[in-house]
């Protein structure tokens, strides 16, 4: 017997997202209380259900994604690059501060290091929620494994 026959929470219910460009809100949310999860659309090709609660959701997003949680949108990207021979880091212009921050090293190629920076320094608007929550959308979606 699967999760969702025996706790009718366990089934993936639809959650509209604040404003129409919104990449950071869960489309898909199930639990509740300290249990609730969101589906990560993004992580490809089987997506990922991450704990609310503990901030896993918003840690992922933001870290491994680069979507800010305040503005929905990815972090802008740096102005220009250089390789740091020295410390064996590739370092980026950050568009609001003007200085050469650490995105990565040649180890690790992932960009860690720029998305936290860019939660600290960058400055975004954030949108206005949409005014009416569409209601008649389709509450079923893919069963995940994760």
Same mark, same amino acid.
């Given at each position: ?36 999860? %969101? ?7 089987? %997506? ?5 609660? $503990? ?6 997003? +933001? *870290? *491994?994604? %680069?979507?800010? #949680?305040?503005?929905?949108?990815? *972090?802008?990207?740096?102005?220009? +690059?250089?390789? $740091? ?6 370092? %980026? ?11 990565? $090293? ?25 005014? #009416?929550? +569409? #209601? ?6 893919? +069963?995940?494994?994760?």
């Amino acid at each position: 017997m699967d999760a969702a026959t025996r706790d009718t929470s366990a089934m993936p219910r639809r959650q509209n997202p604040r404003y129409d460009t919104d990449a950071y809100t869960p489309r898909w949310v199930r639990y509740t209380g300290q249990q609730k999860q %969101g589906y990560c659309e993004s992580c490809q090709p089987m %997506g990922k259900w991450l704990q609310l609660k $503990n901030s896993a959701y918003w840690y992922h997003k +933001q *870290f *491994f994604h %680069g979507i800010s #949680s305040v503005s929905g949108q990815p *972090f802008s990207s740096p102005l220009e +690059q250089r390789l $740091n021979k020295e410390s064996d880091l590739l370092e %980026g212009l950050c568009h609001q501060c003007l200085q050469f921050v650490p995105i990565c $090293n040649t180890k690790r190629k992932n960009s860690v290091l720029w998305y936290r920076h860019a939660h600290k320094c960058h400055i975004y608007d954030k949108p206005k929620p949409k005014a #009416s929550q +569409q #209601s008649n959308q389709s509450n079923t979606m893919p +069963q995940s494994t994760h």
